[in-house]
Every structure is written in C-alpha cells, then in structure tokens.
C-alpha cells in the first residue's frame, strides 16, 4: 500500500512533516492556524458557543452586566443587612457581660462586707466580755 495520504485534495506522505515541506507551512500560516504534527488537513477550530439556547432565549452582554451589577448590588445590601444585625447581636452580648460582671463584683463585695462585719462583731463581742467581767 502507498504512504500517501487519501485525502484528494492535499496529497502530502504521512511521514513528511510540515515542516519539512515549505509549501504546507506557506499555506497553514496563511491561513492563521497551527499545524501540530504531520496533519495539514484539520480543519479551523473555531470558539465553541457554550450557550445551547436557542437564539430568542439568549441574552446579549449588555443584559447580562446590567443583571450582573444587580446581583452584585443585592449582595452588597445583603451583606450589609447582615453586618448590621450581626453588630447589633455583639452589641446586646456585651451588655450582657458588663451586666454579669457588675453583678459578680457586687456579690463578691457583699460577701467581703458579710465577712468583714462578721470579723467586727467577734472582735466587739469579746471586748463586751472583757468589759462586762470588770463589771
């Protein structure tokens, strides 16, 4: 069999590579597209259309910024919103915790006064003694 390439149109050897032959790469550079190995008869490649709408369904890029910048928007405002009820939450929990704090040295002064006037009465208690046996 021959080693020649089948297709009509281009008639190059399979195992010539472009750029070997200055004619192929000539005509490929012409063209503006790349030619990786020896296969000359590629055709373009083109962008792929990601969008499987059909034409009435699509949306031009004027509309999808406009809807882009919307939704940006919201989620500013939702962000914001959060931010707000999440300072307002911190808020209410420290007031909270100055309210506990006073609270606990309350107490704690309360117990030291108990004490201290615990500790007063024993001392005049036993002056009172000492008194009343001179008595």
Avoid: F
């Avoid at 020649?4 to 070997?20: E, G, H, Q, R, W």
């Avoid at 939702?78 to 506990?100: C, G, Y």
Wanted: proline letters at 4%; charged letters at 45%; hydrophobic letters at 25%.
């Amino acid at each position: 069999m021959d080693e020649t390439n089948t297709n009509p149109t281009i008639n190059v050897p399979t195992d010539s590579c472009p750029a070997s032959s200055p004619k192929l790469t000539q005509s490929t550079q012409k063209i503006g597209r790349r030619v990786s190995g020896c296969k000359p008869w590629k055709r373009l490649k083109t962008a792929t259309r990601r969008s499987q709408l059909p034409r009435c369904l699509r949306k031009s890029w004027d509309d999808r910024l406009k809807e882009r910048k919307e939704k940006d928007a919201m989620k500013l405002l939702e962000q914001k919103l959060k931010d707000e009820v999440a300072s307002e939450k911190q808020r209410k929990r420290e007031i909270a915790l100055k309210r506990k704090e006073a609270l606990e040295e309350k107490e704690r002064l309360e117990k030291l006064a108990s004490i201290y006037s615990a500790k007063k009465l024993k001392r005049l208690q036993k002056k009172q003694g000492r008194s009343s046996k001179k008595k």
